[in-house]
Each structure stands twice: as C-alpha cells, then as structure tokens.
C-alpha cells in the first residue's frame, strides 16, 4: 500500500470509531451538514475566477447521494493549491432550492452554479438496469453537459457522487486530451465483449461500430470533457441514437455506460489509472469489499453497490470505508443527552 494512503487508513481507522452515528433522517428532509472550513488559495495562485485559471466541476445533487457529494467537494477543496479558483456545476431534478441552501451553507465560501435537468430529456430512453440505482435520469445528466452548461464553459471535469480526491485537482484540469473529445483512466484487460448482449455481438450492424477502433473499458464516473469538441461533433445526439436502439433491442444491461462505450471507446485520451481506483463499492449486485488496485492513488471511487457511509452507518464498513469517513460533514447525534 502507498505511504500516504497508510497513514490515511491509519488515522481514519481511529476517526470511524470515535465517529457518532447518525439519528435517524426526518422523512423527506435532506441530510444536515457542519460548515466546512474556508479554503484560500496560496500565493502562488493566480487571481480567483480568471478565466484562464478556472477550474470547472460537474456533478449531480439529490437526496439520496447528497452525502457522497458533499464528501466529493470537500476533499477536492481540502487537497487544491488554489481552491478558490475552483467552480462546481451542479445539475439536480427536483428540490433545488433545498439543495442549493444545503451546499451554501455547508460551503459559505464556494463558487458554484445549479442547473434544472429536466427528466424529460431522456423520458423514454432510459431502459431497465441490472441496479436500479442505474435506472435514475439524473445518472444520464453527464450526456448533457455541454446542452446545460454556458458556451463560456469549454472544458469540464465530470465527478460521480461517490468518490474523494485526494491530491490537487489542477493535475487532472490540466491534462493533454490531444486530438480527443473525453479524457479517462482506461482498463484494457477487462472483458470488453460482458458490457453488451450476444444479440448485440450477433448483430454485424451493432457490432461493427468497433471497427477500426481497439476499445477498452473506461468508467464514466471520472472524465475530462472538450465541452467544445462536444458541441461541435454533436456527441450528445449520438449517445441518444444509441440509448433509442437499446429501447428496441436490448443490447446492454448497464445504464448510462455502454453507450459512452459504443460512441467513445477506442477514442479516448488515456489517464493515469491513480485517477480512478475504482470498483471499491464492489459489483452491482452485491457490493462486498474490495482492495486498491497497485499503484499510486490521486482519487478513490466506491462505484458499485456499497456505498462507505451506508456501510459505515451500518457499522460493518469494509477497511478502506474509513478512507472516506474524515471527508464526511454529516451532522450525527451525540451519543449522550445534555438533558
């Protein structure tokens, strides 16, 4: 294990089990936070919101993941050079006043803008999912972005709400995409034909899409996005046509991934693999624990069904559950009464 990662899991090992647990949520309240710390930028930084030195952040908000978000945008504060140069985009359905209350007050000092995405976007595209955490429209906001965002954005960061970052996110802004569209860690060794149907590897007209391309997985939970290259080679269009097709002859099981795979894999600007240490949820169906793959770690993602503060609220977290507790600013009862 990385040196630095052991010291973490050292003393978060000591945070989770002197952490309260959390009393139980009114229903249909969101969850309450503390006010995190103001994060300044150091003297090195230049002047904040300059165009040039802005950094863009995408991510989505609702009740459910509202938890994980919060951890995600405090550990990317928490680990930033220059935090106050960073913006987050946030796209949420439903409760948006709520939700915008919630990140002001819990982040005082934040830059950030909060977008409607209208469900009816994608309403009659979205097939049925192995999970049904798949299944939410807001997991299709990402195909999105560049309708949603301002023109002035060229160039995004998208961040599922199941992660923490930890080292500076100026690293990841200012990777070369070269030639591409969308940058993100690759997986080639992974089993490429188990995200699509037999009907679909049958079919010579689905797939020879992968026809002169050499496509490797990728997971869409971290990406870096050419807003611009987007919008002109109108990428949106296309992962809809594709979403329209699976209505029709079920050629994939997974949500919103295999269709960034069919117009995208093959064709993406590879990243270091310490930007995504993912799968720490375990699979879709049952969630168990995993390891950290080998190598360095700048960000880790429990994609999967385990999510670290259901388990940790549970109190059976898997070990790297604990990773993530120091980033959570959920407000928990006190164990003992004043009264």
Not at 30 to 35: K, R, V
Not at 204 to 230: A, H, Q
Not at 307 to 336: G, I, N, V
Request: aromatic share 14%; net charge positive.
């Amino acid at each position: 294990m990385p040196p630095n990662l052991r010291y973490l899991l050292t003393t978060a090992f000591f945070f989770v089990f002197a952490v309260h647990f959390p009393a139980t949520i009114i229903a249909g309240s969101l969850p309450e936070f503390g006010e995190a710390p103001a994060f300044r930028n150091g003297k090195e930084c230049s002047h904040p919101h300059h165009p040039s030195t802005t950094i863009h952040i995408a991510m989505t908000l609702d009740a459910t993941y509202l938890r994980g978000s919060v951890a995600g945008v405090f550990s990317v504060l928490q680990h930033a050079t220059c935090p106050e140069n960073v913006v987050f985009h946030f796209l949420a359905t439903h409760r948006r006043a709520e939700l915008r209350r919630t990140i002001f007050t819990t982040f005082p000092f934040l830059s950030f803008h909060l977008y409607h995405f209208n469900n009816d976007l994608v309403k009659g595209k979205i097939s049925t999912s192995i999970r049904r955490a798949l299944e939410s429209p807001l997991n299709y906001a990402r195909i999105y972005l560049a309708d949603l965002l301002p023109s002035t954005v060229s160039r995004i960061i998208y961040f599922d709400s199941d992660l923490i970052v930890v080292d500076d996110i100026s690293k990841l802004w200012t990777i070369n995409l070269n030639s591409h569209v969308l940058g993100a860690p690759e997986y080639c060794h992974a089993n490429f034909t188990t995200y699509f149907t037999p009907k679909f590897w049958s079919n010579p007209l689905f797939s020879t899409v992968f026809r002169n391309r050499n496509p490797c997985y990728f997971n869409t939970g971290v990406m870096v996005i050419d807003l611009e290259k987007w919008r002109g080679g109108r990428f949106t269009e296309k992962l809809e046509n594709w979403m329209r097709i699976q209505k029709r002859y079920r050629i994939y099981e997974l949500g919103s991934l295999p269709p960034f795979l069919l117009v995208f894999a093959g064709n993406v600007e590879g990243l270091e693999h310490r930007w995504n240490q993912h799968g720490l949820g375990g699979d879709n169906l049952e969630g168990l624990c995993r390891d950290l793959h080998a190598g360095p770690v700048s960000l880790l993602h429990w994609s999967g069904k385990g999510k670290p503060w259901l388990r940790l609220d549970s109190r059976k977290p898997c070990p790297l559950d604990s990773l993530w507790a120091p980033y959570d600013l959920f407000r928990h009862e006190p164990l003992f009464s004043d009264s």
